[in-house]
């Protein structure tokens, strides 16, 4: 059974418009991440929690909000989408926040903005 | 701030031959180094970690010395088999920063009967 999982697979969004992508993990870790892989750039790290808190964001957009309802939940709410936007999304966690500690990436979201 | 430089592009191999990705970093605080292994329309995965100098990880036939030295972090397999096809992801996490993992530009190796 995935361990990480994330929804939607695929996503079509137009100009404009909002999407929240959704991430829940069943690995009973602490801290959890996002990240993006667009055709223009490798895998980018965007933001990283630790019990439900935010640790650090390197977007440097406002329009990327991530929400924490659960411990096991990482969603991310992207507003006034742009075709720039347009990358496979990636969630992550760990056991635990440090460096030492592993992370598992989820099978990501592909967002297209067209 | 931390980079993370690798071969760059394609490598295309014969099946059997060796294999080798450079990886090289810039840090200002002591790393963790990472491989991450993707296929075709999947998740990253972790294939070798370190954080000792000196020290050999291996893992499914990879493997990679961590050069504090040299800063480098290089991948080797003695030999390449038509499954190694992927794109492969050098990585660093640095210990006195933020636990973000800094990803290089990505190196997809391909390998042919």
């Known amino acids: 059974d995935p361990k990480i999982i994330q929804k939607p697979k695929y996503l079509v969004a137009v100009t404009g418009s909002e999407k929240i992508l959704i991430c829940e993990q069943y690995l009973g870790h602490n801290a959890m991440y996002w990240y993006r892989q667009s055709a223009k750039k490798p895998l980018e790290f965007m933001f990283s929690y630790s019990y439900q808190k935010l640790m650090d964001n390197q977007t440097a957009s406002s329009r990327f909000q991530p929400q924490s309802s659960k411990k096991n939940h990482l969603d991310l709410q992207i507003t006034a989408l742009k075709p720039d936007d347009s990358a496979t999304y990636f969630c992550?966690?760990?056991?635990?926040?440090?460096?030492?500690?592993?992370?598992?990436f989820g099978p990501g979201t592909r967002l297209t903005v067209l | 701030g931390d980079s993370v430089t690798q071969t760059e592009g394609l490598v295309t191999l014969t099946e059997g031959l060796p294999v080798m990705l450079n990886c090289t970093y810039q840090s200002t605080y002591s790393p963790f180094l990472f491989w991450y292994v993707q296929h075709l329309n999947e998740a990253p995965k972790l294939l070798l970690k370190s954080f000792t100098d000196n020290k050999r990880p291996e893992h499914q036939g990879f493997h990679a010395t961590l050069h504090k030295s040299s800063s480098s972090f290089h991948l080797q397999k003695s030999s390449a088999q038509l499954s190694d096809s992927a794109l492969y992801y050098c990585a660093l996490r640095a210990t006195g920063g933020n636990n973000k993992l800094t990803f290089g530009q990505g190196t997809v190796l391909s390998v042919i009967p």
């Open positions: 992550a966690s760990s056991q635990d926040w440090g460096v030492s500690y592993e992370q598992y």
